[in-house]
T-cell receptor, first 113, second 117 residues
Framework: QQQVKQSPQSLIVQKGGISIINCAYE??????FPWYQQFPGKGPALLIAIRPDVSEKKEGRFTISFNKSAKQFSLHIMDSQPGDSATYFC????????????FGTGTRLTVIP | EAQVTQNPRYLITVTGKKLTVTCSQN?????MSWYRQDPGLGLRQIYY???????DKGDVPEGYKVSRKEKRNFPLILESPSPNQTSLYFC????????????????FGAGTRLSVL
């Protein structure tokens, strides 16, 4: 059973456009929501993360929007660049538990020049 | 430089031939884990370890073993590999502590692509 549902599976965006990836979860004990970025041939790397006490976290062109009541969170990439082309994974964990991260199934983003 | 090192990067083997994938981290992290990545399924945790001699099953532990005799090393063992274990494997090491978002970061190795024929 997938603890974190992610969509879309793939996404093609023009350079300069906005990329939006959505995730949803069921476990209300989750209190840490990171996004990981993975380039081909590399391991995932932390991109940005949020805790549920805020509704938005912005770092440069990357923003996480968090809706606690809907149990949804999303990644927005503003002014998308070809160098952003990668696979993105959302994840969630319960810091009071074993701290295991539950990952979404991933979104393959392609930014066309 | 903080890093997680996995070896080998690529491995082709045959059904039933025992193999070990090594993982080492230089960040003095207590928490380490193994994942497998398959198309359409994302990253699924195989085993994790919260400290030396403390290991536990993740979501997909069948057919795998691990050991944690030292803090820096966390090898993944396939006693009798089968074709359904053909996958991309990642070791990860986590900075624990919940005081800020700067912690709780999982650092991943570069991956081991395993093919079982």
């Amino acid at each position: 059973q997938q603890q974190v549902k992610q969509s879309p599976q793939s996404l093609i965006v023009q350079k300069g456009g906005i990329s939006i990836i959505n995730c949803a979860y069921e476990n209300t004990a989750f209190d840490y929501f990171p996004w990981y970025q993975q380039f081909p041939g590399k391991g995932p790397a932390l991109l940005i993360a949020i805790r549920p006490d805020v509704s938005e976290k912005k770092e440069g062109r990357f923003t996480i929007s968090f809706n606690k009541s809907a149990k949804q969170f999303s990644l927005h990439i503003m002014d998308s660049q070809p160098g952003d082309s990668a696979t993105y994974f959302c994840a969630a964990s319960n810091s009071a538990g074993a701290n295991n991260l539950f990952f979404g199934t991933g979104t393959r983003l392609t930014v066309i020049p | 430089e903080a890093q997680v090192t996995q070896n080998p990067r690529y491995l082709i083997t045959v059904t039933g031939k025992k193999l070990t994938v090594t993982c080492s981290q230089n960040m003095n992290h207590e928490y380490m884990s193994w994942y497998r990545q398959d198309p359409g399924l994302g990253l699924r945790q195989i085993y994790y370890s919260m400290n030396v001699e403390v290991t536990d099953k993740g979501d997909v532990p069948e057919g795998y073993k691990v050991s944690r005799k030292e803090k820096r090393n966390f090898p993944l063992i396939l006693e009798s590999p089968s074709p359904n274990q053909t996958s991309l494997y990642f070791c990860a090491s986590t900075s624990t502590g919940f005081a800020s978002l700067a912690k709780n970061i999982q650092y991943f190795g570069a991956g081991t692509r395993l093919s079982v024929l």
